[in-house]
């Protein structure tokens, strides 16, 4: 009503009718609502000139000038009526073309499609976030036609599970010592991963001068496990209560290290405060560690969140996953390494020292997936074969 005033001035309109069109757009991008109004004019200043001009009765003066008033006033009850009525008339269209776009945005968030992947990163034990930032893709990547063909999207949503995760490689030893740290909660499998890397170093070079040090006191015969492991492979293990006390091992054999390996106390990621005891024990800022968080695979995402999070004082660089074996959903695990930017470097699975520990590969977790249809060969070309460890020797079962 204010467009036709507007555009003609001072005049009354009067609505006959009205057509309605919707353009929804594509996904709710570019969609336009409009309406067509045929109306007519009553120029009310004309109107009012007519009567005006009226030659009146002298006799009916007065009352012909009441009979105006109230002629006009009529006219102008009538338009703002008429007025409202047609506001009430759109505001109800507006309403019902709010609820069809309801209507079209929920059957696209509900294409079978979309549904049948949320129901397979739930099962896999994805979290919230990563699930809608996966099914936010779809919606933008995907057509309506390209939705229907389920195969093609699920391939292409594993693909992208696969761009989400970071692999640390590993690198040529350039310096002497090379210093690797474990770190991370009790339980998840630290000092026989310890073991499992010494194993590692060893197939690699039989000449190499391995030694592994345990920091940890508290737990009962922790210092005991690791020194039948380095009696079996003939690597010396010594326990370390402060970093003065690594130093003077490190120094006992200056020049010949090749490889240290540090074992630590496992504590729960809200102990604060022998955290920050582990932390200056491990000071040692001169051997330039590589310093690792280990975390349990069957660990739950928020644990894992939080386990990240209260270890990042020690400056962990990757992460390793362990018991691998012992879960059958690995999204927990891939959500948060995605959501905290964190790369894996290894993945221990089974008590085998000698076999059971893997260079961390993007195409291994994949395979992990649950339910899903997975194309191996072509993961195996994108993301490039199950890797080699520092051996040159594939050691998977």
Do not use: C
Request: glycine share 4%; charged share 30%.
């Amino acid at each position: 009503m204010n467009k036709i005033r507007e555009k003609h001035g001072n005049y009354s309109p009067s609505i006959l009718n009205k057509k309605e069109s919707y353009n929804p757009g594509f996904f709710g991008i570019g969609k336009k609502y409009s309406v067509e109004i045929k109306y007519t004019l009553h120029n009310i200043e004309a109107y009012n000139n007519s009567l005006n001009n009226m030659k009146p009765n002298n006799n009916s003066e007065s009352k012909d000038a009441k009979e105006k008033e109230k002629i006009l006033a009529l006219a102008r009850e009538a338009s703002l009526k008429s007025q409202q009525q047609q506001m009430t008339t759109i505001q109800k269209q507006l309403e019902s073309v709010s609820k069809k776009l309801d209507i079209i945005s929920s059957e696209t968030e509900t294409h079978s499609s979309i549904r049948r992947i949320e129901e397979l990163l739930e099962t896999n034990e994805f979290t919230p976030s990563y699930i809608r930032k996966m099914v936010d893709r779809i919606r933008t990547e995907f057509s309506l036609d390209e939705l229907d063909d389920f195969d093609t999207v699920q391939n292409k949503v594993v693909e992208w599970i696969g761009e989400e995760i970071e692999i640390k490689p590993l690198t040529e030893i350039t310096k002497r010592p090379s210093v690797l740290v474990l770190i991370g909660p009790t339980g998840v499998g630290k000092t026989t991963t310890v073991a499992k890397l010494a194993a590692m170093y060893r197939l690699n070079n039989e000449n190499f001068f391995i030694r592994m040090i345990t920091t940890d006191r508290v737990r009962i015969g922790a210092k005991e496990q690791l020194s039948i492991y380095g009696n079996i492979m003939d690597i010396p293990t010594t326990q370390a209560e402060s970093a003065e006390d690594i130093k003077k091992i490190i120094s006992m054999d200056s020049g010949k290290l090749d490889v240290i390996l540090i074992d630590t106390t496992g504590l729960s990621p809200h102990d604060y405060v022998n955290i920050g005891k582990m932390r200056s024990i491990l000071e040692l800022p001169e051997l330039h560690p590589d310093i690792y968080l280990t975390v349990s695979a069957s660990t739950k995402a928020s644990d894992i969140r939080a386990i990240m999070r209260n270890y990042e004082p020690f400056d962990y660089k990757a992460v390793i996953i362990t018991k691998l074996d012992e879960t059958n959903h690995i999204g927990n695990v891939l959500s948060v390494l995605s959501e905290k930017n964190k790369a894996v470097a290894f993945i221990s699975s089974g008590q085998k020292i000698r076999k059971n520990l893997e260079q961390a590969s993007v195409v291994r977790f994949l395979m992990k997936l649950a339910d899903f249809k997975i194309d191996r060969e072509s993961l195996e070309k994108k993301f490039s074969a199950l890797p080699e460890d520092i051996t040159g020797i594939q050691i998977y079962d």
